[in-house]
């Protein structure tokens, strides 16, 4: 199962505080429309390059999109390019949550992509993100990235709120 991670709206920390946001307070940070402004990568070896992401299309697909999420956990993700393997208009329903790791580890956005006539609890594939920053304007999501044994890289994923 293809595990990413993402970003959101909260600072892991805040100063002058010692715990990171909940779940619950991430997740009100970062429902909303929010517009995917860039994907950067980070400690990325020379060379390396990211053909697909989340298993649908080349990052490029996915700058301009814009991020429905909804607080029932229902979303879409709407298409802004035209290019490979994506189109303006195009739509992919999604659903989405902040997941509580039992181990006491930090929040993490995760989705699951929904095809026509799908239930998300019959799905059990998905993404999650790490949620590294989100306030009422912007969010930071980073999807950790294993590049040639280089677990340090990332996709830094930078979005503003619509």
Excluded: H
Excluded at 3 to 13: D, G, K, P, Q
Excluded at 133 to 144: G, I, V
């Amino acid at each position: 199962m293809p595990i990413f991670l993402l970003f959101l709206a909260c600072s892991s920390t805040k100063p002058g505080s010692t715990s990171s946001p909940s779940a619950s307070q991430w997740k009100r940070g970062v429902k909303g429309q929010w517009v995917l402004n860039s994907v950067e990568k980070r400690n990325f070896p020379a060379g390396a390059n990211v053909k697909k992401i989340f298993d649908e299309a080349p990052i490029a697909c996915f700058i301009g999109s814009t991020w429905n999420l909804i607080a029932n956990g229902k979303g879409a993700i709407t298409f802004s390019t035209d290019g490979e393997l994506c189109a303006p208009g195009a739509t992919r329903e999604i659903f989405w949550s902040i997941y509580k790791p039992e181990n006491g580890g930090e929040p993490q956005f995760q989705f699951k992509k929904l095809y026509p006539g799908e239930k998300a609890k019959d799905i059990t594939e998905g993404y999650r993100l790490d949620l590294a920053y989100a306030d009422e304007q912007s969010m930071t999501l980073n999807m950790p990235v294993n590049v040639g044994g280089n677990n340090d890289a990332l996709l830094e994923f930078k979005f503003t709120k619509r």
